[in-house]
């Protein structure tokens, strides 16, 4: 019984910034990897970023985007700085969650929300 739930997109202009929110609830005992896809249309789905006890980035957006984490809210965020009409995705959160004792963990993912960077 987790569920994740995300927030955040929009339409913005380049060079502009939004930030993305994905928050775990329900049933959990632990949480292992957090972090975001986003899959434009005719593209393959790409990997963004993840964050363990720290963070990974895909290089196209080093520099520009920010995972973190907090704990206490089982919630994970995306900070995008300096988007480009590149960046237009639909952005999905993941999760590995544990949501028992003596369960293995599973991947659990966010519905998706629409990030669009105008020109």
């Known amino acids: 019984q987790v569920q994740m739930v995300e927030s955040g997109g929009g339409l913005v202009q380049a060079g502009g910034s939004l930030r993305l929110s994905c928050a775990a609830s329900?049933?959990?005992?632990?949480?292992?990897?957090m972090g975001w896809y986003r899959q434009a249309p005719g593209k393959q789905r790409e990997l963004v970023a993840t964050i363990t006890s720290g963070p990974n980035y895909a290089d196209s957006v080093k520099g520009r985007f920010t995972v973190s984490r907090d704990n206490a809210k089982n919630t994970v965020y995306l900070q995008m700085n300096s988007l480009k009409p590149e960046d237009t995705a639909v952005y999905y959160c993941y999760a590995v969650i544990q949501s028992q004792r003596s369960i293995p963990p599973l991947v659990y993912w966010g519905q998706g929300t629409q990030v669009t960077v105008s020109s």
């Open positions: 329900g049933s959990i005992f632990s949480i292992n990897i």
